[in-house]
């Protein structure tokens, strides 16, 4: 079994850019989230994960919108969180715009690092993770979607509907969060699938 950690800067991250996988691999996934949303996002939170299948997730409570600050401690606290949970894969989210996004795939990559530190748990794969509401970079990359994860149409329903659980995130009308499933279909048909999403390989060990 793969142990598979989702990274999630806010509670919807997480159904916004790996619901497809984890509705695919419900028992092999885990998602951290870093920031505290409140009751009412939690709550909505808790709804998307029992769509997808997915156990409770586990919560680093940095605030909102602060992270860039916090920056230290935030890679100690993925640190210790990868030495406790040991996980094959991580994935972390794309640095568009939010900074929050930002700081998560900074602090991620860091924790990620081959380390001196004794203990200091280094995954074999590391991935980026697509977040379709962003449509602007602050700053280039050399990251290019080059995984794709294929998808039943009833794991890109369940992304769909896990999504669709964030009612409070919502804004209504012409957006990605009420085009999952399209979005899915769009990238799949490219790549000859019905559905999938995409991912951009940063490191991958094969054992």
Known sequence: MTRRLIIAPHMDDESL??????AKY????????????GPARAAEHRQALE???VG????????????PAEMSRLVAA???????YRPDEVYLPFPSLHQDHIAVYEAGMRAC??????????PRTVLVYDIAVYDLNLYPSDLRWNVFEALTEGQADRKAQACAAYASENPGGAHPMNSIKE????????????????????RQ???
């Open 17 to 22: 850019g790996c619901g497809g996988l984890l």
């Open 26 to 37: 419900p028992g092999e996934c885990q998602v951290l989230v870093v920031t505290d949303s």
């Open 51 to 53: 769509i997808l299948g």
């Open 56 to 67: 409770p997730s586990a919560a680093l409570g940095f605030d909102d919108g602060q992270t």
């Open 78 to 84: 993925i640190d210790d969180y990868l030495a406790d």
């Open 113 to 122: 690092r081959i380390s001196m530190t004794p203990g200091h748990w280094v």
């Open 183 to 202: 979005i899915a279909a769009t990238v799949g048909h490219v790549r000859l699938v019905p559905y999938a999403e995409q991912y951009a390989l940063v």
């Open 205 to 207: 060990v094969r054992v």
